[in-house]
C-alpha cells in the first residue's frame, strides 16, 4: 500500500498521425485501328433478387476481460468478506489517512461497495465508483439495507473527470493494473486531479516481488455451487500476472476466462506515482504492522 498526496499535475498531449492514399494513373498512346475503349456494363440484380440478398451484420464489439469478468456468476466464485473483516481493514483506512469526520471520500473500484459503507457509518462522504453493474446493483442494495443513501457511479475509472472534488480517493483491491503502461499512469493522472490540494491516495497492490516466487500456479477451489480452477504464470519481461480461469457450475455450464493484471515492484511504483504528481509517504507490507514493509516478504 502507499499513502501519496499530489504536487504538480503533468500536461498530457495526445499525438495523431495522418494517413494518405496516393493514387497514379498511366497514359497509354492509343492505337489508330483499335477501337476506344469502353467501359463493362454494370451487372444488374433484379429488385426480387436484390431484395433477397442477405445483409452483413454489424462487426460485433469486442469486450476486455474487466467489462465481462465481474458478473453475478464471478460472485459466486469469491468468498464474501465478513463484517469483522471489512471492519478490521476500514479501521487500518481510517488510521492510514487520518481524515477528519465529513471528510469526502471515492472509493475506485468500489465493487460490492463494502468499505464505502463501512466508511459511511463512521461518518465520512463517500462516493462509490465502479464498472460492474452486478457489483453496483448489490453494493446500492446493502447500502439501502443499512439505511444509507450513498452515490455509486456506474463509471470506467479511465474517464472519470473529478477535479479537486476529494479529501482522499482510495483504490483497494488491486485495482490498479487492468491495463496496459500508459493507460494506468493515466488513471492516475485522473485520481490527482479528482483530489483537494493535500489530499491523499491510499493504494493496495500486490507486491510483485512477493507474488513471482509462487510462479507458475495451478489451484482448484471451491465457490458457491461451483469449481473453480486458475492457473497463473508470470511474464517477467511485461511484469504482468496472467490468470487462465475456469469456473465449471452446477448446472453444467462452464465459464473460461483469460485475463491479466500488471504488477509493480515498490520502486517501479514509487516512480510511477512521483511522474503523475505524488510523493510517498509511507509503505505497509502487511495490515497487521502499519508502516513497516519488509520486502519480498511482503505481499501487499
Request: net charge negative.
Amino acid at each position: 500500500r502507499a499513502i501519496a498526496w499530489p504536487v504538480n499535475a503533468e500536461d498530457i498531449t495526445a499525438s495523431a498521425r495522418m494517413r494518405g492514399v496516393i493514387q497514379s494513373t498511366l497514359d497509354v498512346e492509343p492505337s489508330e485501328d483499335a477501337p476506344p475503349p469502353t467501359a463493362a456494363p454494370a451487372p444488374q440484380i433484379a429488385t426480387e433478387e436484390r431484395a433477397q440478398l442477405p445483409s452483413r451484420p454489424p462487426p460485433k464489439k469486442k469486450h476486455q476481460w474487466w467489462e465481462e469478468l465481474f458478473s453475478d456468476d464471478y460472485l459466486r466464485t469469491v468468498p464474501i468478506p465478513t463484517n469483522k473483516a471489512i471492519a478490521k481493514q476500514v479501521d487500518f483506512i481510517e488510521a492510514r489517512l487520518g481524515l477528519a469526520k465529513g471528510a469526502t471520500i471515492l472509493d475506485v473500484g468500489c465493487g460490492l461497495g463494502l468499505h464505502a459503507i463501512e466508511l459511511t457509518r463512521r461518518g465520512y462522504l463517500v462516493v462509490g465508483l465502479d464498472l460492474s453493474l452486478p457489483m453496483l446493483s448489490r453494493a446500492a442494495d446493502e447500502a439501502q439495507d443499512h439505511g444509507f443513501k450513498i452515490n455509486f457511479l456506474h463509471a470506467d475509472m479511465r474517464e472519470m473527470n473529478f477535479e479537486g472534488a476529494f479529501d482522499a480517493v482510495l483504490l483497494w483491491g488491486t485495482t490498479l493494473g487492468y491495463f496496459d503502461d500508459e493507460t494506468n499512469k493515466g488513471v492516475l493522472e485522473r485520481i490527482h486531479r479528482a483530489l483537494k490540494p493535500g489530499g491523499l491516495l491510499l493504494l493496495e497492490v500486490v507486491n510483485r516481488d512477493f507474488a513471482v516466487k509462487s510462479q507458475p500456479n495451478l489451484v482448484w477451489f471451491q465457490g458457491d455451487g461451483c469449481v473453480v480452477m486458475e492457473e497463473t504464470a508470470f511474464n517477467f519481461i511485461a511484469s504482468r500476472l496472467s490468470v487462465k480461469r475456469n469456473v465449471i457450475l452446477d448446472d453444467g455450464r462452464q465459464r473460461e476466462t483469460t485475463y491479466s493484471i500488471r504488477l509493480y515492484s515498490l520502486h517501479e511504483l514509487g516512480q510511477v506515482l512521483h511522474l503523475r504528481g505524488f510523493r510517498v509517504v509511507e509503505i505497509t507490507g502487511r495490515e497487521a504492522t502499519p508502516g513497516v514493509y519488509f520486502g519480498a516478504d511482503s505481499p501487499k
